[in-house]
């Protein structure tokens, strides 16, 4: 029994051993192994290696489809046109010329005197034949024409500058054309019956001729005749006894059509 004692006390002692030995064994691998410790160092090499790389280089430029110009703007290459002016204002565009002339003359033929009388662009003309016919007309004379129109479907249309005006003159379908000049004596060239004599029934015109003669009609009760010469200095005439008063036309009284 003494002897089976020491036997099991030595057999217990190596396999503690081998026990050790075998755990000893497996855990030397695991403290000794370098693959561990190396992978943090090659990370660590990967880190400044990822951050020197370049960047991916950009799109080359001619790979980029440039914006294609509009139709409008012109073609690829041509300076795009300046933009348009816009319209003027009222101050800036060209002030019409308005005529503020008189002119006297003759219907082709001599059948007519006529005399128009321009203020500020506004104009009124008088054609009469001393007898009979008498036509008056209002209008325009602005850059250089005349537009002008008249009862009995009367109108004027022609041209003047700072000699003469000439042009047509058309009556009831009749058609005349005209020459006149300027006056330039600074007296008025017409005369109307005042507004009180035509509510009255009397209406008459007078044109002052450049030589200092005179030629009008006067019409009383629906009866046209002959004016008897006008006084300009007192704007009066005698017609049959009774004392007929004219005043120079100015665009302003309304004189005309």
Request: charged residues 20%; positive net charge; glycine residues 10%.
């Amino acid at each position: 029994m003494k002897r089976i004692t020491p036997l099991l006390t030595l057999l217990t002692g190596t396999g503690m051993a081998a026990v050790l030995f075998a755990m000893s064994a497996q855990a030397a691998p695991n403290a000794a192994d370098p693959k561990p410790a190396a992978a943090p160092a090659a990370t660590a090499e990967a880190v400044p290696e990822a951050a020197a790389a370049p960047a991916a280089p950009a799109a080359p430029a001619e790979q980029v489809s440039p914006a294609r110009p509009s139709k409008q703007r012109g073609q690829s290459g041509t300076p795009n046109p300046p933009p348009a002016s816009t319209a003027p204002s009222a101050d800036d565009r060209v002030e019409e010329k308005k005529a503020t002339t008189n002119w006297t003359g003759r219907l082709d033929g001599g059948r007519a005197t006529i005399a128009i009388t321009a203020n500020g662009g506004e104009a009124t003309a008088y054609l009469c034949d001393g007898r009979q016919l008498e036509i008056w007309l209002r209008g325009s004379a602005t850059d250089g024409r005349l537009s002008l129109t008249g009862k009995k479907d009367a109108r004027l249309t022609g041209t003047f500058d700072d000699r003469k005006a000439a042009g047509e003159v058309v009556v009831n379908g009749k058609r005349w054309s005209f020459a006149a000049t300027v006056d330039t004596s600074g007296r008025p060239v017409l005369f109307r019956a005042t507004a009180a004599q035509r509510r009255a029934g009397v209406d008459g015109g007078w044109i002052m001729l450049p030589d200092g003669g005179q030629i009008g009609v006067v019409t009383r009760d629906g009866r046209p005749v002959l004016a008897p010469p006008l006084d300009p200095a007192f704007g009066t005439t005698i017609v049959d006894g009774v004392t007929i008063r004219a005043e120079p036309v100015s665009t302003e009284l309304g004189a005309g059509a």
